[in-house]
């Protein structure tokens, strides 16, 4: 029944994006505009009632830098989606999907704090994981590991 | 001649006497101080990370730090005096370690509960502090990912040993 | 020393916007488990708005994993969610092994899902353990914590630690069960059945305990789903929507257990959902227990079994296969992949992405926790302050998975 439903999700979005089936999971990619369209479709038509995961990977030396990447599952069909879409170093920017989904709101100030992707319309893009003050985003490639910016002066250096 | 602890010198004489009959007294004064401080500590368990299971552990039985008189825990820093920084603190979490030390009045003592809290531990990143003792003066480190109870305990007797070994002059030298 | 000390978070609302009394919880807080802070702002008692900042432990896991390689790792994936670090050992493990397209042993299988049942008993303990004890129940807490000592001297005779264990391996496990687990394994199993039976009796009629967990911070199953809810969290809705029946992976499929499921998704719902999946984790590693295959642990794969020690030190083949797995990592193929498991706070996922190599070009944890936190207002806003205390106790936050 899996590949059933895996071969409807290909059908409906394999134009004009890219799909395929890797490890059970359909992925389709697309362009940063018809993010909010094709998840409003998962959500609506599929039934991918649960966002999972929203997570970003820097490929540094691609002319689109980031690929953003969304996980949806289907409590229904037990079945999961990945989608992603490529954005660059100048613009990195797309839609929100707090709309659609509350958990996305957690998940997307994560992805701006971890990479610096601006997510359009979430209005509260605030650190998350790192702390008012630090400048960057650690988990670009070309954040060193131990550049660490300390919050409170050492005791050696008062 | 011989008159006990103290050393004959010429004149010396009931000076010295009183003098190492006082310090007699300002040591076991000492002693008791020690001993009193020593069995009842009051820890501020500042818990963040994975120590904390062994912090769960080592406070309830069997190994149970109660018998040492330092099971009590006070979460407010301004009725406690061990401040137990239990895990891995960032450098977010930095300031709230900073501000709960300072509220803390004397005598207070700190231990660095577990190899994130003596050192960073294995997360050398811009995320951790790498030891709490760049930020406040440590008494007691207890090693370990997370330290078995048994090192904890080891911890608290050795800082148990230091709080009895330390000296409280009511007056100074120039007296 | 006086210095002015900065604030790591600013709020959304504070004092002077909001038209009502804004309380700072945490993050150095007794029952916020270490490093939550909530900001709430009051009318009376009553939580109006809630603002929750997580983050305090964020230990530079993502960025960690990509300077070691896929097997050095393996302590930082322990320490994720540290109450039930096999189960996250095992997912990790599960999701390398996909790429590289391995399948497992049979006794790796089955010895995997029994202890994933058996960390779940662990962590499903410390959590009602903590949360009963916020809410004054000492003596509960005293039991839970003494049997869970015993199950951790049980897995420290097994793979050498009692919290943080770092035993699974990529194609198997770290070591075979010594003599005499198995029985001491009964043992644990028979008193676990004395304690709980205490706690049942303590807590399930008390009329104080009821006071404080009944309709509090209930939600319902579409708000939850729609917050990202997974785990206990859902299924005290009334979801009976559990990875291990609906997706199922090791050997979940050959056992026979039921997926409890609450009534109105509030405090009380969640204590007594964890207290019956205890119930079902043993259930389930007794029928393991039967069904245990003999046979060797780690798959027969020189890309990610390290050889026999004394081949090492007779054999070039094998030496060279040592060093190269040791020094450079086991290579796998390049790729991505989604594993989720199901942990004892919801869907623990791993998202990684292979560029070849024996060093991992990303290591991303869909963690349970940090999405509840997302939702964690929705089951706050409307209650007590008091409220807060048993509420978060119920959702089960733990630092090292929140944050990573």
Sequence with gaps: MRDAILASLREAFAAPAEASIAHGTFVVALAPESVVATATRLRGEFGFDLLQDVTAVDWPRRALRFDVVWHFYSTTQRVRVRMKTAVGEAAPEVETLTGLYGSAGFMERECHDMYGIRFRGNRDLRPILLYEGFVGHPLRKDYAKEHEQPLVPYRDQQ | MNRGATIPIADAGATTHRRSAFEYLTTKKDELVGWGRKFSIFPYPFVTACCAMEFMAVSSTPYDTDRFGAALPRFSPRQSDLLMVVGTVTHKQAPILLKVYEQMCEPKWVMAFGACATSGGFYQNYATLLGIDRIIPVDVYVPGCPPRPETVIDGIMQLQDRIARQRHPIVNDAF | ?404
């Design chain 3, 1 to 404: 020393m006086s210095i002015e000390l900065p604030s790591p978070v600013r709020a959304a609302f504070d004092a002077e916007s909001e038209d009502a009394v804004v309380v700072n919880i945490g993050p150095s807080h007794p029952a916020t488990h270490g490093t939550l802070q909530v900001i709430a702002a009051l009318d009376g008692e009553k939580v109006q708005r809630v603002d929750v900042h997580c983050g305090y432990l964020h230990r530079g896991f993502e960025k960690e994993c990509e300077s070691h390689t896929w097997h050095n790792l393996m302590p930082y994936v322990d320490r994720l969610n540290y109450c039930s670090a096999l189960i996250n050992d095992f997912a990790y493990c599960d999701a390398v092994e996909r790429l590289m397209g391995i399948e497992i042993t049979p006794r790796c299988r089955y010895l995997r899902t029994l202890l994933s049942e058996y960390s779940r008993i662990c962590d499903h303990l410390t959590c009602i353990a903590a949360s009963l004890m916020e809410l004054g129940a000492m003596t509960a807490f005293l039991y839970l914590v003494m049997l869970r000592d015993h199950m951790y001297e049980h897995l420290a005779a097994l793979t050498g630690a009692r919290v943080t264990y770092t035993y699974g391996r990529i194609g198997g496990l770290a070591r075979d069960l010594p003599d005499g687990w198995l029985a001491r394994l009964d043992e644990i199993l028979v008193e676990f059945y004395e304690f709980t039976g205490r706690i049942h009796g303590l807590m399930d009629r008390n009329r104080i305990f009821i006071d404080r967990t009944r309709d509090v911070g209930a939600i319902s199953s579409a708000d939850a789903l729609h917050w990202g809810f997974t785990g206990p969290i859902l299924r005290s809705t009334g979801a009976a929507i559990d990875l291990r029946k609906d997706m199922p992976y090791l050997a979940y499929a050959e056992l026979e257990f039921d997926v409890p499921v609450g009534i109105n998704g509030d405090n009380y719902d969640r204590y007594y959902v964890r207290m019956r999946e205890m119930d079902e984790s043993i259930r389930m590693i007794r029928q393991l227990v039967g069904k245990l295959p003999q046979g060797p642990i780690c798959v027969d794969d020189r890309r990610c079994t390290f050889p026999d020690k004394a081949l090492v030190y007779r054999e070039i083949q094998s030496l060279i296969n040592h060093f190269k797995l040791v020094m450079d990592g086991p290579q796998v193929p390049a790729g991505e992949v989604y594993v989720g498991h199901e942990a004892p706070n919801g869907e623990l996922g791993f998202y990684l992405v292979s560029d070849g190599s024996g060093t991992p070009y990303k290591v991303h944890v869909r963690s349970p926790s940090f999405v509840h936190m997302g939702g964690l207002h929705k089951l706050l806003e409307g209650y007590q302050l008091a409220d807060i205390i048993p509420t978060f106790g119920s959702v089960n936050m733990i630092g090292g998975e929140c944050d990573r």
